[in-house]
């Protein structure tokens, strides 16, 4: 796409840029503070924007490239990632191009850079310690320097890459030219961080706001993972990613799963053949209803943005990674699904690490446990949980989790926890949940009779109306660490027991619905009209292009634009064109096939 020149002095305003969003990227308005960003980049001001997955990042840098005359220099940290968006990018019509050891055609970008006929150039963050690059930059017009993954500069960040840390000089060396440096990850002392690392001024931070409307977050007691998330699958078409700890769990559920269900499902994991693990990652990129069962090295390079939902087999590593993983679900803006199934086991094997964990950080790991054991065991808005975990200050209810949807009974469970806790407590310790269930509710087994158990005076003291309530209660217990599982199955108390047995804590919990009633309830994009014909024949046709293109079929058209289309029936190519999601370029390559079917 041609630069529009700026004439001298002539600095562009938000109305322009938002007839630009029109034109190139066919959206009609800015989303959430993706206009802020804008206009500080099109003042020619340093930003470092904090905007979660899905906010539409790569826009802030995108619309002002194709408007400012000079190329965006973007440094990304990978090849994938910049593969994708160059996709994105081109089948929008912009100019761009990436520099990175897997591309063959250097010269050709070289000399399309120095001429100026670049809007963005992808470049790895080890070209910038390179030294002929500098010379490079020198030799062209340079309009911005985008820098993604921002984090990756700071040794806070969870990604430190070394390289990130050449940008500064590289930067430094061209002054006028203004650099805007995006993440979705960031805790306040990485971005003081990220800031100075990049000599970004402070009030040159914009934070948007952590939430995602479209997620519909729910958490459950895992019974039977395979089971539980086959449901959830036969209820929601399209792409998901299930989350895994191990390996051997990968697999294993990847089979399951598609036997199960029938649909294509393929594990990723660190151990697979690299060439098997790469195949799998493309193919599901490029498909529209496989799941992908993974371990967490999945995602960091995945812009797919119509993942309808993310599952997670266990517990995940904090908030933080449980956070950045859900937010893979739904970057297109249709409504997605975050379910994560946890036991009261995952949370044992993170209260036993604690033990191994060095002391200066024991604290801030019990931290992380408790606020997860916080979110699971939360009977309000788990979004209010986790926004506010963020620092900000959402409404106590959001409509589109599990607990806003259909709200658990809460019960006092106080007395049954004192009695819970003391039955650990005079059995030495040393046993499991089933043993002391059997103790309280005056089971003369065995086992109990021998150790002489039934003399005890908590024998026999729960009646069989709260005996029920024991399993969730203990469950509950040791997500918030009250009851620590040891390495022999024994219970111990730990945490606030103490503060529990003498009353000075009260414990609740949430008495699941009587049945899980999600099966058959709406599916996360159940807007889709799936079936009806017009649409079924709009996707076979954005799949042939796609094919054509060898693209994912997103890159063409997004579902929203399809759902559209379905229901406007344009009959020209204005009408195609007015439609969220087309712009010029798209409509000029793929408006007439579209328009040929729907007057077919
Ligand atoms: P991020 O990098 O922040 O995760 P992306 O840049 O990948 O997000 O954008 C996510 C999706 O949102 C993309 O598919 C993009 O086309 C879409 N998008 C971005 N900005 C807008 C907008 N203003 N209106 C509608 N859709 C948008
Ligand atoms: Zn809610």
Redesign the pocket.
Known sequence: MATVAASPGHAYGLDEARVR?REV?G?????GS?SQVIARVLAGESTLAV?????????TYQLPATMLSGTCVVVSPLIALMHDQLR?ARANGIAAATLTSADSDWRETIEAFRSGALDLLYVAPERASQPGFRDLLSSARLALFAIDEAHCVSEWGHDFRPDYRQLRPLMDAFPHVPRLA?T?TADAHTRADVLAQLGIPDDGLIVAGFDRPNIRYAIRHRDNAVRQIADLMRSQPGPGIVYAQTRAKVEQIADKLGAATGREVRPYHAGLDPAMRAGNQAAFVESEDMVIVATIAFGMGI?K?DVRFVAHAGVPKSIEAYYQET?RAG???DPAQAVMLWGAEDFARGRQRLAEVPEERRASERTRLDALAGLVETAGCRRAVLLRHFGEDPPASCGNCDNCIEAPGVTDATELAQKLLSAAYRTGQSFGFGHLQKVLTGSSDERVVQRGHDRLSVFGIVGADDARLLQPLARALQARGALVATEHGGLQLGGDAKAILTGGQKVEIGVPPARERSRGRRGGNADNPVGDPLFEALRDLRREIAREAGVPP?VVF?DATLREMASARPATLSALGAL??VGAKKLETYGPRFLALLAG
Do not use: E, I, N, V
């Open positions: 969003l990227f959206f009609d308005d800015f989303r993706q905007m979660p997955t899905g906010a539409g990042k790569s826009l994105a995006l979705a812009d943005p937010g970057r297109d803006g997103y997004h969220p999601g």
